[in-house]
């Protein structure tokens, strides 16, 4: 008789920590015979590149060898989640990660060269995404991100939300103006609207703490104030509604169901 509505899964913020344990954890991935012997490191760099970029599981996953380009460190992501091509850059590290388990993928069999898409399996065809989940929900549990009979805990897509959330971090400890760079970040990860990103801030207790250091230090907000629905992050992440482009609508109104979880992470005063 009551109406559904469904509840976004909260996010899993990753350290640093986490990550390299995954990591390890996949070098180490068990191999019977000498044509899986490149699984290992197909995990390796598939997680890896989760991890540093941003990317959607299906965008990874969909990467073809043409999609790569060393030369200008860019991957170009097409037919997204809404239908849109976007270029994502790639830290010189990154490239070299890549490279290497390039060359190990010509080295371990040369017919694998002529693969067209980066991540293969063992037939040359793009990884199954159910394989892709159970391997990652075995190396969870042996690192102790999971339990050895849960059935919920941390996601790989998690990965998204911690590259969007240290970016963030990272601007505000720049002092850069996060509301003027949202909208890159949007675009970066291939969200239509900005509001879509914003969901993210307020599964980061560090994010929203700097939030609203700075929000007090510009004094749009005074430190006697508590977080009152409809303010907090409409005022921190987006202009008000006279500022806003014609014919864009302001979203603050959609932020306010998230108050009450930044409440929880920072107590009654903001301060």
Known sequence: MLPF???RARPYLYSKEDIQRLLSAALEIPCRYSR???RPWT???LFGLLSVSGLRLGEARNLKLADV???TAVLTIRGTKFGKSRLVPMHASTCAVLQDYLKRRRQHCAAQAAFPYLF???LGNRLDVGDIHRTFYVLSRQIGLRGATDSHGPRLHDMRHVFATNTLVSWYEAEQDPERLLPILSTYLGHVHVADTQWYLSGSPELMKEACAALSAAGRIGHDQTCQPGTTLG???H???DATAAGKPPYDHLLS????AVAEVLGTNIA
């Open 36 to 38: 899986c012997k490149l």
């Open 257 to 260: 169901r998230y108050i009450s």
């Open 120 to 122: 293969t399996s063992q």
């Open 239 to 241: 202009p008000t509604p």
């Open 43 to 45: 995990y390796y760099c």
């Open 235 to 237: 005022a921190l992440f």
């Open 5 to 7: 509505r469904p509840k």
């Open 69 to 71: 380009d060393f030369d």
